[in-house]
């Protein structure tokens, strides 16, 4: 079984699915981690020298083969996973899809102290934040709400929303 946490940049999915993977003992991929080992460049540097489309069809190739596996596995997705070619198509017919919903308020409190290390927003003014992560949200929110389960992480312990995780999937 793959079991695939999709939301947008700092709700979670990196945090939680390093916890679950440890609490059901499946093995844990972070799908941007695995393209900078493949690929030996971090996603900053990736999107610097190659661009966002280049880096989608790398995104693209290591999903594809991720879930063509065998093997049981925690696969915490990158922000716009989701979102380009039919990315979710595949992810729900080869995965159970997990949205880790997170309010606009939680995800600017946390991404302001991560902007470095996040290309899409690294450039984002402080006061200008809000605003475009709503507005990435809104149209993001179409491809996410096409998981097959949903579940809010706002202001929940990462353990509670693994152990709900494990109940809906009766795991």
Do not use: C, W
């Amino acid at each position: 079984m793959i079991i695939s946490l999709i939301g947008y940049m700092g709700s979670g999915k990196s945090h939680i699915s390093k916890i679950l993977s440890e609490k059901i003992d499946f093995k844990l991929i972070d799908l941007d981690k695995e393209i900078v080992r493949r690929n030996k460049l971090t996603i900053p540097e990736i999107f610097e020298k190659k661009g966002e489309i280049y880096f989608r069809k790398l995104e693209r190739e290591a999903l594809e083969e991720i879930l063509a596996s065998e093997e049981n596995v925690v696969l915490s997705l990158g922000g716009g996973t989701p979102v380009y070619y039919n990315n979710m198509g595949i992810i729900n017919h080869n995965s159970k899809s997990i949205f880790l919903r997170t309010s606009v308020g939680t995800l600017v409190e946390r991404l302001s102290k991560q902007k470095e290390k996040r290309p899409i927003i690294a450039t984002i003014t402080d006061e200008d934040l809000p605003e475009f992560i709503a507005k990435h949200l809104f149209e993001r929110n179409q491809f996410y709400s096409k998981a097959q389960y949903s579940l809010s992480t706002d202001s929940r312990e990462p353990e509670d929303i693994v152990k709900e995780i494990i109940e809906k999937l009766y795991l």
